[in-house]
């Protein structure tokens, strides 16, 4: 179990440094903010299930959380 939350740690931290490099590269606005927004993505969700064992709760709020995510990613993609 601990030696998950370290992986799970270290996997964050490569993320976040993945997010600070995307930052800096000189790539269209529109493919930057997608790609930070699917690193946002699998840094939530492994924060939501890992962390706050959202693995082992009820399939309706696995699924909620979920679909909120995807809601909040379209609504900043359109706009």
């Not at 000189?26 to 903010?33: H, N, R, S, T």
């Amino acid at each position: 179990m601990k030696k998950e939350l370290t992986y799970t740690f270290a996997l964050l931290l490569l993320l976040t440094f993945a997010t600070f490099l995307i930052v800096n590269l000189p790539l269209d606005y529109f493919i930057k903010k997608c790609l930070i927004l699917a690193l946002f993505s699998v840094k939530f969700l492994l924060v939501a299930f890992q962390f706050m064992e959202l693995k082992k709760a009820h399939s309706f709020w696995k699924i909620s959380t979920i679909t909120i995510l995807i809601i909040i990613n379209l609504i900043i993609i359109i706009s």
